[in-house]
Every structure is written in C-alpha cells, then in structure tokens.
C-alpha cells in the first residue's frame, strides 16, 4: 500500500511539475507575442515620421539627410514609370484627386481637375 501511495504522490508531484511548466511556456509565449506587436507598432511609427519627415523637408535647398534627395529622385523615377504605364495602357492619372482617366478626357469626370498632363509632343 505504501508504494501505491508513493507512487501517487509521484504522480501528483509530476503533474503539478508539468502543469507550471506548460503555464510557464504559455506566458513566455503570450510575452512574446505582447513584445513583438509592440516591436511591429513602433516601427510603424518610425517609418510614419520618416514618411512625415520627408513630406515636410523634401523642397528644403539642402537637406538635412542625404537620403532625402535619393528618395526624391527615386520618387521622380516612380512618377516617370507611371507616366508611361498610363500611356501604354491609354490612361491618364487625375492631378486633383488620382482618378484614372482616358488620354483624351480634358476634365476629370470624378473631380473636374483640368487633364492632358501628357501632352503628346508633335
């Protein structure tokens, strides 16, 4: 009878072990997951100022930052490649409200911004 009891107690002592131990993993696993959502918002927040930073110093003579004229120039490109996207596809962008509009439209029909931004060189 004494070994059924010792090995009760065994078991008891085993399972109270196993028990803290599968908390112990589900709060390390709960930590981590808190650790990495507040790791993922605050890169967010600093690409949001990076973003804000750029928009409000990109005109500025010299830059503070060097990579405010890569960005720029960067962005000149992008612009350039959507250009000749739009007039591939026979598509211009509205200046006024981004509206995608035929190349032949005057006026935009979302916002009545004057179009023809491409003018076709003779």
């Known amino acids: 009878m004494e070994i ?36 993922d918002y605050m890169n ?10 750029y928009a409000a110093h990109k005109e500025d003579a010299e830059p503070e930052f060097e990579q405010i004229a890569l960005l720029k120039d960067a962005e000149d490109a992008l612009n350039d490649l959507k250009q000749q996207l739009g007039q591939i596809k026979g ?20 916002c009545g911004a004057k179009l023809n931004i491409f003018e076709e060189e003779e």
């Not at 967010?44 to 930073?53: A, F, S, V």
């Not at 598509?91 to 979302?110: F, H, I, T, V, W």
Request: aromatic share 4%; hydrophobic share 25%; with cysteine.
């Open 4 to 39: 059924l009891e010792k090995l009760g107690d065994t078991l008891i002592s085993v399972s109270k072990d196993a028990t803290q131990k599968a908390k112990d993993l589900s709060e390390l696993a709960r930590l981590r997951m808190d650790i990495r959502s507040k790791e």
């Open 44 to 53: 967010q927040q600093y690409q949001q100022i990076g973003r804000d930073y």
């Open 91 to 110: 598509m211009q962008k509205c200046p006024g409200c981004g509206n995608e509009m035929p190349l032949e439209a005057d006026y935009c029909s979302k």
